[in-house]
């Protein structure tokens, strides 16, 4: 069984820290991975994606991919109220390319 | 933009009723879904589609059915409405498979 896991949180920030979350797999060949941010009530939005080690960079959001420790993790710079959601991290699998999903994190920015 | 709409925000309806569940995309998406989901449990996959005509069962298709007459739309059926069916459903679309999913708006679906 193909495992994406995050802690369940919540993480709780003080506004204009850095955020940090963080998701590992158990799919090593995994290829495509997705961070999808995820209002209450609301449905899930794509925010980032990651194909290649590293970090890539969007605006506040810093998406960085260790695939040697199968680690995937979301940084948040400036943290910010509106950034309080539920993070969800999806991986593409490497047998049969479907989306497994994390069960997400509840963020709070505290103000 | 990728637009994927759910034909209602909110329903009720009650046990042992036939409910339908539309979705339409307008991005020529090869790949639709359907997942539930509820407090602690996450995401999970009821059906998806690759193709017109074409579905395969995902993690808990029990208790479903669904429908892929045209390219653009994918439609669930609980054939007989349960309570433990009660959950937030959201239909997704993708260009293949793996690809980043784009989600509609969801249906909050009560059955009492």
């Known amino acids: 069984q193909k495992e994406v896991e995050q802690n369940s949180g919540p993480l709780s920030v003080p506004e204009g820290a850095i955020a940090s979350l963080n998701c590992t797999y158990s799919?090593?060949?995994?290829?495509?991975f997705f961070w999808y941010r995820q209002y209450s009530g609301k449905s899930p939005e794509l925010i980032m994606s990651?194909?290649s080690n590293g970090d890539k960079e969007d605006g506040r959001f810093t998406a960085q991919l260790n695939k040697a420790s199968q680690y995937v993790s979301l940084l948040i710079r400036d943290s910010q109220p509106s950034d309080s959601a539920t993070y969800l991290c999806?991986?593409?699998?490497?047998?049969?390319?479907?989306?497994?999903w994390g069960a997400g994190t509840k963020l709070i920015i505290k103000p | 933009d990728v637009k994927v709409t759910q034909s209602s925000r909110y329903l009720v309806k009650r046990t042992g009723e036939k409910v339908f569940l539309e979705c339409v995309q307008d991005m020529d998406h090869e790949n639709m879904f359907w997942y539930r989901q509820d407090p602690g449990l996450g995401l999970r996959l009821i059906y998806f589609s690759y193709d017109v005509k074409m579905k395969e069962k995902g993690d808990i298709p029990e208790g479903y059915s669904v429908s892929r007459e045209k390219k653009e739309r994918f439609s669930l059926i609980l054939e007989s409405a349960s309570t433990n069916q009660t959950s937030m459903y959201l239909c997704a679309s993708s260009w293949g498979q793996g690809f980043e999913a784009f989600f509609g708006q969801g249906t909050r679906l009560t059955v009492v």
């Open positions: 999806a991986v593409r699998g490497a047998s049969n390319y479907q989306l497994i």
């Open positions: 799919d090593r060949g995994s290829q495509s």
């Open positions: 990651i194909y």
